[in-house]
């Protein structure tokens, strides 16, 4: 009889001492949910640094992850769309979170030279037209809404907010665990928020900055900037618009062209070469994400 009682208690104890295994696609959600999760959580990340979310494919060994896991966090980045049902298919009990919920999706940046286009298109001749007309074939490629949702603080706090109920709902025994990890991370929002904010303080609303990939939508819309985006769609200017790039970067006096190490940067330099403006590596998948949005703040107010 003891021996029944001391494997329940065991069992018990097991149970109480478990983690939540929790896998997520990008690095950032990894930062994020181990903010709140804290020791409680074990997670696995999917998309390794220096690989792109639009196109990556999980290896055999992650695939092992999955079948242990409990949660998948999900935020809608390209990947997703074909692995998660396969993810599925490996772990029928894994429930999956979409961590996009509650936010207003905003169409992902068109390419620069496209609006540029619209604004000057009266001041061309006819050798224009070809060029209009490759611009319309390039937009109907790449229309869609803009997966990068984490680059802006504001839905960073619904992030947040769906990965605590999320833990809650399957690790109910800990929840005063994770709403005490949760309300500083929330103290933690707030601050990148006001940092951000003190260091554009000077910089006049509607401003542009340069970038290679349309991965700051969000972040442009919480301050008020705009972003001129190189490539969209995958797919890199043509000789002809990387001229209208160049000549609209001089008109706005970008201070400096941004870039990620998840892309090739030779269309970046060009440009950049050709305005006298560096080109800074920012990517929008750093796991330090505070960090990472207030130097992108310091670099587009030049300080």
Same mark, same amino acid.
């Given at each position: 009889?003891?021996?029944?009682? *001391?494997?329940?208690?065991?069992?018990?104890?097991?149970?109480?001492?478990?983690?939540?295994?929790?896998?997520?696609?990008?690095?950032?959600? %990894?930062?994020?949910?181990?903010? $709140?999760?804290?020791?409680?959580?074990?997670?696995?990340?999917?998309?390794?640094?220096?690989?792109?979310?639009?196109?990556?494919?999980?290896?055999?060994?992650?695939?092992?992850?999955?079948?242990?896991?409990?949660?998948?966090?999900?935020?809608?980045?390209?990947?997703?769309?074909?692995?998660?049902?396969?993810?599925?298919?490996?772990?029928?009990?894994?429930?999956?979170?979409?961590?996009?919920?509650?936010?207003?999706?905003?169409?992902?940046?068109?390419?620069?030279?496209?609006?540029?286009?619209?604004?000057?298109?009266?001041?061309?001749?006819?050798?224009?037209?070809?060029?209009?007309?490759?611009?319309?074939?390039?937009?109907?490629?790449?229309?869609?809404?803009?997966?990068?949702?984490?680059?802006?603080?504001?839905?960073?706090? $619904?992030?947040?907010?769906?990965?605590?109920?999320? #833990?809650?709902?399957?690790?109910?025994?800990?929840?005063?665990?994770?709403?005490?990890?949760?309300?500083?991370?929330?103290?933690?929002?707030? %601050?990148?928020?006001?940092?951000?904010? %003190?260091? *554009?303080?000077?910089?006049?609303?509607?401003?542009?900055?340069?970038?290679?990939?349309?991965?700051?939508?969000?972040?442009?819309?919480?301050?008020? *900037?705009?972003?001129?985006?190189?490539?969209?769609?995958?797919?890199?200017?043509?000789? %002809?618009?990387?001229?209208?790039? $160049?000549?609209?970067?001089?008109?706005?006096?970008?201070?400096?062209?941004?870039?990620?190490?998840?892309?090739?940067?030779?269309?970046?330099?060009?440009?950049?070469?050709?305005?006298?403006?560096?080109?800074?590596?920012?990517?929008? #998948?750093?796991?330090?994400?505070?960090?990472?949005?207030?130097?992108?703040?310091?670099?587009?107010?030049?300080?």
């Amino acid at each position: 009889m003891k021996k029944i009682i *001391l494997a329940s208690i065991i069992a018990l104890s097991s149970v109480a001492y478990a983690k939540v295994n929790a896998v997520v696609s990008i690095l950032p959600q %990894k930062t994020f949910v181990e903010a $709140i999760g804290g020791e409680k959580v074990n997670v696995s990340l999917m998309v390794k640094p220096g690989n792109s979310p639009h196109s990556y494919e999980p290896k055999p060994s992650q695939m092992k992850d999955i079948a242990k896991a409990d949660i998948y966090f999900a935020i809608d980045v390209e990947f997703e769309n074909v692995w998660l049902p396969k993810f599925r298919n490996q772990n029928k009990t894994m429930e999956i979170v979409d961590l996009s919920h509650g936010i207003k999706k905003q169409a992902i940046g068109k390419h620069s030279h496209d609006e540029h286009d619209e604004h000057k298109e009266e001041k061309h001749d006819e050798h224009h037209d070809e060029y209009k007309e490759e611009k319309h074939n390039d937009h109907d490629e790449h229309e869609g809404l803009d997966p990068h949702i984490w680059t802006a603080p504001s839905n960073v706090k $619904i992030i947040a907010k769906n990965i605590y109920n999320e #833990l809650v709902a399957h690790d109910n025994a800990n929840a005063s665990y994770y709403k005490a990890n949760y309300e500083k991370f929330l103290l933690h929002i707030k %601050k990148t928020d006001k940092a951000i904010k %003190k260091m *554009l303080l000077d910089v006049d609303t509607g401003s542009k900055f340069m970038v290679f990939h349309p991965a700051w939508g969000y972040f442009a819309k919480d301050y008020g *900037l705009t972003q001129m985006a190189i490539e969209s769609g995958g797919k890199n200017p043509k000789p %002809k618009q990387v001229m209208y790039l $160049i000549e609209e970067a001089k008109e706005e006096k970008v201070k400096a062209v941004f870039t990620a190490p998840e892309f090739s940067e030779a269309t970046a330099k060009q440009i950049a070469a050709e305005v006298g403006v560096p080109v800074i590596k920012v990517s929008p #998948l750093n796991p330090k994400w505070s960090k990472n949005l207030i130097g992108l703040a310091k670099a587009i107010a030049n300080k």
